[in-house]
């Protein structure tokens, strides 16, 4: 049974760093094929993604926000950590981790709200 | 602005058939069998419905259905069901090695 749960601060300051954790069960981020990515979703908006890094450390950003995170792993610990830097209010969302073979997402994480405000 | 296309809403009474098209470019709907769907009620996480464009994972009804003609995608979803009522997004695999998804689309049930 595959499960992903993402953890984090629920508010951030406008201008800090968000720091966010994926950590899953279920399969491994050693295993050929298998990746996690990251989604957002704005409150009343639409799904957006963020990154995907693979099994073998290859890592895929979003072109429009690739200069603001940074994707890593943790196959030991069952992790995937997300920073996303120069946080704005605009960046406020749910955020999502999920696990992907077949580059669609087939298991979700319950997502995570984070708020950006001073 | 989303890269795909996707109409904001569509709608259809019980048992009727509805199609959500999905308008990419050749670099990604038109170039690659890598689209998905996925259906999203109000405060869930999206679930995936179809993957490599027309595949359904275990467990989705076979009244949900998914295909591809040129740089549009699309779903069909027959037998409208009231819990039908949901989100639906498209996404697509890109030229850039990176995934996109659709602007949503809102399916009401009359």
């Known amino acids: 049974q595959i499960t992903l749960k993402e953890s984090g601060p629920t508010l951030v300051k406008p201008t800090q760093t968000l720091t966010l954790t994926c950590t899953f069960s279920?399969?491994?981020?050693?295993?050929?094929?298998?990746?996690v990515g990251w989604i957002r979703q704005p409150p009343g908006k639409a799904l957006e993604w963020l990154a995907l890094?693979?099994?073998?450390?290859?890592?895929r950003y979003s072109p429009s926000l690739k200069s603001r995170l940074t994707i890593t792993k943790d196959t030991s610990k069952n992790q995937v950590v997300l920073t996303m830097t120069n946080m704005d209010p605009v960046d406020t969302a749910t955020y999502y981790c999920?696990?992907?073979?077949?580059?669609?997402?087939?298991?979700w994480g319950q997502g995570t709200l984070v708020t950006v405000s001073s | 602005q989303s890269a795909l296309t996707q109409p904001a809403s569509v709608s259809g009474s019980p048992g009727q058939s509805i199609t959500i098209s999905c308008t990419g470019t050749s670099s990604d709907v038109g170039g690659y069998n890598y689209v998905s769907w996925y259906q999203q009620h109000p405060g869930k996480a999206p679930k995936l419905m179809i993957y490599e464009v027309s595949n359904r994972p275990s467990g989705v009804p076979d009244r949900f259905s998914g295909s591809k003609s040129g740089n549009t995608a699309s779903l069909t979803i027959s037998g409208l069901q009231a819990e039908d009522e949901a989100d639906y997004y498209c996404s697509s695999y890109t030229s850039s090695s990176t995934l996109e998804f659709g602007g949503g689309t809102k399916l009401t049930v009359l």
């Open positions: 999920a696990h992907t073979e077949l580059l669609c997402f087939d298991y």
């Open positions: 890094i693979y099994w073998d450390d290859d890592k």
């Open positions: 279920g399969f491994s981020l050693s295993t050929s094929g298998v990746g």
